[in-house]
């Protein structure tokens, strides 16, 4: 009877513990008071959580709740203070129903706000039985990873494709690109600063569809990606294309354009396989005493056309950029090669701003980007400034999006491809990897003075 009566109450205590609420930890950036997403808080025996979009962490297992708990604490250019033995970290109470908060210093020059695409983007949120801002949290599309983002304005609305996209129910997912489209900020859209609803082109049984399957062996992958008007004032999207054979290689190039009513990119036509100028990277606009034009590049742009659709869609209208680029980390004075990334005018600097990943970087080799700007979109590009770091992670393909930033463009949205790939890293971070991640850059701010030096 003893026996029976022991068994029955730790099955009512148990069953009380799991049915309370969580014990909720908010990790916030101790400059804004933003929640910051990414931070790994690890428990002495291994147990990781990782924070949501909400800076939220939601702890229910039975085995932590009424314990006293140590958990390490780092993230990806952010820190958390030594104690005297050395370890990062703070001691709580797991109490269910509870709140703890967590202030991290933030080495990063840019902000990170959120991750745009995979799945629960606001799990702890949800768990906390808290509501999260956008519209699907959980899963949209069957969307659980995907590679580099592309945008452009069309048709009054912002068109987004990636590349390589994973889905929930099979190793497999699509290989010839993904799309969506968002409404802007003045248009219905999300404040940038809090997130992106995403309505992608969807089959029927629900995942992102193929946007651009152009005939040939292996994936389709898309850069470049345009809305350009032609001489009758008539709207094209229009993106360069590259078909992949193993290990990586380019076996075919040209241009497609999109089909709004089929919802898919058609092929136009291929370039010359010799052809030395091709669109790539990402396109911007600018003005000048001789006419209108449209450039594309990456870190740099190397091409530009009269911005109309028929010079976009004849390769002899095409003119090489030779653009005067020597980066230099203006901290050690060492040069920095880049890797890819995009040019937009900051109308806040009054500058031609390039972000961009740097190749072979101190922490990862694809991981840390820098932030640089000119007079002419040709340059000089010569100082620039470490902005964020990853640590032997990739962040790479960054995309700057100018169209977000609001008054006098203060702040410039920038994101990019976060991926255990390429950094020899084994341990990727469970939802995050290979998804895309938000940043934010403060162009006030004081660190960024040495620019004008």
């Known amino acids: ?245 193993p290990p990586l290689t380019v076996y075919e190039r040209g241009l497609c354009e999109f089909d709004p009513k089929a919802e898919r990119f058609n092929k136009l036509f291929a370039f010359e396989k010799t052809a030395a100028l091709v669109p790539s990277g990402h396109a911007f606009r600018h003005p000048d005493a001789k006419g209108k034009w449209l450039y594309f590049g990456e870190a740099v742009p190397h091409l530009r056309l009269s911005d109309r659709y028929e010079s976009l869609i ?24 880049h890797h890819h990334g995009a040019v937009a005018w900051s109308p806040y600097r009054k500058k031609w701003i390039s972000i961009f990943t740097q190749e072979h970087g101190e922490t990862s080799y694809l991981g840390e980007i820098y932030y640089a700007e000119a007079d002419a979109p040709a340059g000089p590009w010569r100082k620039a400034v470490k902005i964020v770091t990853h640590d032997r992670y990739s962040f790479y393909n960054p995309k700057q999006h100018p169209y977000f930033s609001d008054g006098d463009g203060r702040y410039l949205y920038f994101e990019g491809t976060y991926s255990v790939m390429f950094s020899r890293n084994d341990d990727p971070t469970p939802l995050y990897d290979y998804n895309q991640l938000m940043y934010r850059l403060d162009l006030s701010d004081r660190r960024l003075r040495s620019m004008q030096d």
């Open 1 to 245: 009877m003893i026996r029976k009566a022991i068994v029955a109450s730790w099955m009512l205590l148990a069953g009380s513990v799991v049915a309370g609420e969580p014990f909720v930890i908010r990790i916030v950036d101790e400059h804004t008071q933003r929640g910051v997403p990414l931070v790994e808080l690890k428990t002495t025996h291994n147990v990781r959580y990782y924070t949501d979009n909400s800076g939220l962490v939601a702890i229910d297992d039975p085995g932590l709740l009424g314990q006293d708990v140590f958990f390490f604490v780092q993230s990806h250019g952010y820190e958390f203070p030594k104690d005297g033995f050395g370890n990062r970290g703070k001691r709580f109470r797991v109490a269910a129903g509870k709140t703890a908060e967590v202030k991290l210093k933030r080495l990063n020059l840019a902000e990170r706000l959120y991750r745009v695409t995979g799945a629960d983007l606001y799990q702890h949120t949800l768990g906390a039985g808290k509501r999260a801002p956008i519209d699907k949290p959980r899963l949209n599309a069957q969307v659980v990873g995907c590679d580099g983002a592309q945008t452009a304005l069309y048709g009054g609305t912002l068109f987004w494709t990636w590349g390589d996209t994973s889905r929930l129910s099979y190793p497999l997912g699509n290989f010839n690109g993904s799309a969506a489209v968002s409404r802007l900020p003045k248009q219905g859209g999300l404040d940038p600063a809090i997130g992106i609803n995403l309505e992608y082109f969807e089959n029927e049984d629900g995942f992102a569809q193929e946007i651009a399957p152009i005939a040939g062996e292996g994936p389709t992958w898309l850069t470049a990606l345009v809305s350009v008007k032609d001489e009758k004032n008539q709207e094209h999207l229009v993106a360069a294309y590259n078909k992949i054979k």
């Open 314 to 337: 004849d390769p002899r209208q095409y003119e090489p950029i030779n653009s005067d680029v020597r980066f230099t980390n203006v901290a050690t004075g060492k040069p920095v090669k």
